[in-house]
């Protein structure tokens, strides 16, 4: 699964490909986005650990990956 985070003052999305479902994602940014001072933590496909502070999340995009994709695409 594919997760997109906009972070407020970077120019560039982090991509985080995981391997939790899009509800339990979802629960983890809501459960980020209610605690002050909140952190939103994920782990990778590959074992890495991105974490965000909630207060500087702009968007969160969750959704499958394009798998593979070779080429020009209209």
Do not use: C, H
């Amino acid at each position: 699964m594919e997760v997109k985070i906009g972070v407020q003052q970077a120019q560039r999305e982090l991509v985080v490909e995981v391997n939790e479902t899009a509800d339990a994602v979802e629960k983890l940014v809501g459960e980020a986005l209610t605690n002050e001072g909140g952190m939103l933590a994920l782990t990778d496909t590959k074992g890495r650990r991105v974490v965000v502070p909630a207060g500087k999340v702009a968007y969160v995009e969750i959704g499958t990956g394009v798998a593979g994709t070779v080429g020009f695409r209209s």
